[in-house]
């Protein structure tokens, strides 16, 4: 007989983590995380909207899309979209 730990599962899948799996200090660290992320988007949103289409590198369209990236958009905005 066969009694195989994987009866009735799909090999390769978990169960996704839940919020109530994490210790404090991983829901400490996600929610800081978060609020670094959000903050930066939010800065770089309010920054393209008041500044002129020439002070801009490139289409501010383009821009607000690039922004929402995790992390990474806001920082490219903030480094190569913007003329000085």
Partial sequence: MNRSPWKG??????????????TPRQQAAVLTLGSVQLSL?????????RRPAEQVNGPKGV??????LNFLGPILYFARGRRR
Avoid at 9 to 21: C, I, K, L, V
Avoid at 41 to 49: G, K, P, S, V, Y
Avoid at 63 to 68: C, K, N, Q, R, Y
């Fill in 9 to 22: 599962r799909r090999p390769g899948r978990r169960r996704p983590r839940r919020w109530s799996d994490l």
């Fill in 41 to 49: 988007a939010a800065t770089a949103w309010a920054d393209l909207a």
């Fill in 63 to 68: 821009w607000a899309v690039v922004i929402g």
